[in-house]
């Protein structure tokens, strides 16, 4: 069974139609004024309330429970540390779900791993739509709850996003000096909307050997020798590389570039070397999450060093940014080392926080530096 998940444009409360693979409505969902989020799900005639999506405000991380008429039958809590892709923690039925790297596919299983659903999400629409493909029609309802679940934890991180704004000056460029890199930043931050989202526009920044700039749909070419190769794509996400410049290669890239997210171009060629990905931090301070992929032919020569200290410098400097976080797989000692060149402190370990493609759930080593 497929739905249809269509968010309406220009309303003031969040408010969803839900159509089967026909186009006829199957569930209309509708934002409710509310402490946090609160989506009512009612029949295609609107009379008959089927169930409730309901924000928890008084919690750590964003939390949502589901009821099915008055009856509380599960929750969903996003879990910390979404380094490489999103994570959520499903009570209800002995569900797990995960979200794939791109922030657009999510797959639902069941206790014994069997599919409960795929959600995928459809591009270019004014509107943002998702997939739904249920094994069974009986899970349907259930299936609905948890991706507008989904759906609304994204606009809480949306809203917990923290834009630039005027700071005192840290002691970042006097250690760029003394590391012998002299760097420049061009402020050139605004707030624009895009596909109905809110999006930052990054600095632009030039270091003596690299210029850093927003990631962009034709610097494919160029990265794919980051995502084409396995050891990367492994050691720093967890997953297989691409094979080939395909359909779901250029999805990514256009997801890449509606991001924050940085190309690491060197000077020396105009060659695109390196991508570097920020996300909320989801602390209490504002900070940012950092995540680096380099090409594997450049490494060991000190440019991902130099692009992370000169963005760490830049946002330190340009906005109210008060702390970073990273992470990396327990046998991936490169990057800690990195991460502690950079003044990182070690934080500890998230037990099981990744699924590894090869090694299955895996460990973090995080890591925090505050301004």
Request: a negative charge; aromatic letters at 14%.
């Amino acid at each position: 069974m497929k739905l249809l998940f269509k968010q309406r444009a220009f309303t003031w409360f969040d408010s969803y139609d839900i159509y089967d693979e026909n186009e006829n409505t199957v569930y209309v969902v509708k934002g409710q004024l509310s402490w946090g989020h609160c989506l009512k799900i009612f029949d295609a005639s609107e009379e008959h309330e089927l169930g409730t999506v309901k924000e928890q405000i008084f919690s750590w991380w964003p939390q949502f429970e589901l009821y099915e008429g008055s009856d509380c039958i599960g929750t969903l809590k996003k879990e910390p540390w979404g380094w490489f892709k999103p994570r959520y923690n499903i009570d209800f039925n002995g569900w797990h779900i995960e979200g794939d790297w791109t922030e657009w596919d999510y797959t639902i299983t069941g206790p014994d791993g069997e599919k409960v659903a795929a959600i995928s999400k459809e591009l270019l629409h004014w509107t943002d739509t998702y997939v739904l493909d249920i094994a069974d029609p009986e899970d349907a309802l259930y299936v609905l709850m948890f991706v507008l679940a989904i759906d609304a934890e994204k606009v809480f991180c949306k809203m917990k996003l923290n834009w630039p704004g005027c700071v005192g000056v840290p002691a970042w460029p006097g250690f760029l000096r003394c590391m012998g890199w002299e760097t420049v930043v061009s402020l050139k931050s605004t707030i624009k909307p895009e596909n109905n989202e809110v999006q930052m526009e990054v600095f632009e920044i030039e270091t003596e050997r690299l210029q850093l700039r927003q990631f962009r749909v034709e610097d494919a070419q160029d990265v794919f020798a980051i995502f084409s190769d396995e050891q990367t794509t492994l050691d720093c996400g967890g997953y297989h590389a691409f094979d080939a410049m395909d359909e779901e290669y250029d999805r990514l890239m256009q997801k890449f570039a509606g991001q924050t997210r940085y190309s690491v171009v060197r000077k020396a060629d105009g060659r695109v070397i390196g991508v570097i990905s920020l996300m909320d931090a989801e602390r209490a301070v504002p900070g940012w999450e950092l995540g680096i992929e380099m090409a594997p032919d450049v490494r060991r020569q000190g440019y991902a060093r130099e692009a992370l200290a000169a963005v760490i410098q830049a946002f330190f400097e340009k906005t109210d940014a008060v702390l970073f976080t990273g992470g990396h797989y327990t046998y991936n000692t490169i990057s800690g080392e990195l991460l502690k060149m950079l003044g990182f402190t070690y934080e500890g370990i998230e037990h099981k926080a990744m699924r590894h493609a090869e090694r299955g759930p895996t460990d973090l080593v995080c890591y925090y530096l505050e301004k």
